[in-house]
C-alpha cells in the first residue's frame, strides 16, 4: 500500500512539474518577451534566390517622397535592411557612406538604406548624426522585410544591373564582404557568392 501511495505522489510530483515548465514557457513567451522593436525582424517567409528578380517594391522616404527598387534598374544596389536601435546596423552604415561616395551619386552603384518598422523623425535624427547621403526608405510596416525573408537585422541584398539577386549577407557587411557582394552584383552573379555565416542582431 505504502509503496502504491509513493508511486501516485512521484506521477503527480511529475506531473506538476510538466505543467510549471510548460507554463513558464507560456509566461515567458507571452509576458517577458521583448517587445518588437527591440528584438528584431524574424520571418518565416522564404528569402528571394540568388539568380532570380529581386522583388519589387515602393516606400517612402523620410521625407515622404515615394521611391521604388526599379528606379535604379541600369545600376549595381547595395540593398540594406536595418533599424538605428540595431547596433551592427550603426556599425556597418560608415562603409556604406564610403562605398557610396566612391561609387554611387549619379554613377554605377546605388546603396538603398531601407528602415524597418520605425517613424520618419527618428530616421532623419540618424541620418543626419551619421552624416548619410545615400537614399533612404521606410518599410514601416516590415512588409518588404517580410517579402524578403529576413532572419535580422542587418541584413543585405546585392542585386546587379538587371534587378537580378546575385548574393545575400545575413549579418552585418563589412569590409571583404561588402567588395565580393558588390563584385558578384557588378559580374551578373560570375563572382564568388559572400553570404555570411555570422548571425543576425536580435
Known amino acids: 500500500m505504502a509503496r502504491l501511495r509513493d508511486a501516485r505522489v512521484l506521477r503527480a510530483a511529475a506531473v506538476a512539474a ?38 519589387d517594391f515602393t516606400l517612402t522616404t523620410p521625407e515622404g517622397e515615394p521611391i521604388a527598387l526599379s528606379d535604379f534598374r541600369g545600376k549595381t544596389v547595395v540593398l540594406n535592411f536595418w533599424a538605428t536601435w540595431c547596433p551592427p546596423c ?11 561616395e566612391e561609387r554611387g551619386e ?3 552603384l546605388v546603396v538603398l538604406a531601407v528602415d524597418v518598422e520605425e517613424g520618419a523623425d527618428a ?9 548619410l547621403t545615400f537614399p533612404v526608405a521606410l518599410d514601416a510596416d516590415g ?3 517580410d517579402r524578403y525573408g529576413l532572419p535580422g537585422l542587418p541584413s543585405t ?18 569590409g571583404e564582404l561588402l567588395e565580393a557582394g558588390i563584385a ?19
Open 184 to 202: 558578384a552584383a557588378d559580374a551578373g552573379g560570375e563572382a564568388p557568392s559572400p553570404t555570411s555565416a555570422r548571425p543576425p542582431a536580435r
Open 143 to 145: 512588409s518588404v522585410a
Open 90 to 100: 550603426r556599425a556597418e552604415m560608415p562603409e556604406l557612406q564610403q562605398v557610396w
Open 106 to 108: 549619379g554613377r554605377d
Open 18 to 55: 510538466v505543467v510549471l515548465v510548460l507554463a513558464g514557457l507560456l509566461l515567458q513567451r507571452e509576458v517577458l518577451a521583448p517587445d518588437d522593436g527591440d528584438a528584431g525582424v524574424v520571418s518565416d517567409g522564404a528569402r528571394p534566390a540568388e539568380g532570380e528578380l529581386a522583388p
Open 157 to 174: 541584398f546585392f542585386i546587379d544591373a538587371r534587378g537580378v539577386l546575385r548574393s545575400q549577407v545575413l549579418g552585418p557587411v563589412f
Open 123 to 131: 530616421v532623419t535624427e540618424f541620418v543626419e548624426n551619421f552624416g
